[in-house]
């Protein structure tokens, strides 16, 4: 299937720094992206749709200005938590599809493990 | 909006014995349902899709699930457990053109 790759998969920062998480589609395009947040040992939310050429479009409740959504090329799209506090600590995921809006499917990278000093 | 409600956050079983994994799910059209497996300190990986075809969804790894309209559940099963199923599961309906919307999740914990 379709791979989906994040990097980095750990990252320690300290407060008030800003951390660049990566999402690559490595064998297709996506013209469409999604970053998800997971808290520990709860599920998956939905923080953006991160659109190629276009701005991303935020969930309700998520600061945009917050959580920066850059999606410059078609196998690319980059998640920047700016000013980073304790509370923002935890499993970033982006996905992605291979296919049209009705393919249905998702590929999901590995996942980022952000830590807030 | 479509939502999924998984019943029972965590789940254990002996190894060899049968899985059985809830979800019902919330929708006001005809849906899209998913179950994904993730590991620890991992994405997510898919296991099986209902997509309005066969009600009877055969997955990855042995595992399949069965779409009950009438019960609106999406019930992923296994007829035999193995060491290597313990994982967390998640089931998701689609909402919109591709967004998911994600189930609290269920532990699966197999006892050897």
């Known amino acids: 299937g379709a791979v989906v790759s994040q990097h980095p998969s750990r990252v320690i920062c300290k407060s008030g720094t800003s951390v660049k998480i990566e999402c690559r589609s490595l064998?297709?395009?996506?013209?469409?992206m999604f970053w998800y947040r997971q808290f520990p040992k709860q599920s998956l939310m939905l923080m953006a749709t991160?659109?190629?050429?276009?701005?991303?479009?935020?969930e309700q409740g998520v600061e945009k200005d917050k959580f920066l959504i850059n999606h410059a090329s078609l196998t690319l799209s980059t998640l920047t938590v700016t000013s980073a506090h304790p509370e923002d600590s935890s499993f970033y995921i982006c996905s992605a599809s291979e296919g049209g809006p009705n393919t249905g499917e998702l590929f999901f990278g590995e996942g980022s493990r952000l830590t807030v000093l | 909006a479509q939502s999924v409600t998984q019943l029972g956050s965590h789940v254990s079983v002996s190894e060899g014995a049968l899985v059985l994994l809830r979800c019902n799910y919330s929708s006001s059209v005809p849906p899209y349902l998913f179950w994904y497996v993730q590991y620890p300190n991992q994405g997510l990986q898919l296991l099986l899709k209902y997509t309005s075809a066969a009600t009877l969804v055969k997955g990855i790894n042995g595992f399949e699930a069965e779409f009950k309209k009438s019960e609106t559940s999406f019930h992923l099963t296994k007829p035999s457990a193995h060491m290597s199923d313990a994982a967390e599961y998640f089931c998701?309906?689609?909402?919109?053109?591709?967004?998911?919307?994600f189930g609290q999740g269920t532990r699966l914990t197999i006892n050897p």
């Open positions: 064998d297709f395009q996506a013209t469409t």
């Open positions: 998701a309906v689609r909402q919109g053109a591709q967004k998911l919307v």
């Open positions: 991160s659109n190629e050429g276009s701005k991303a479009t935020y």
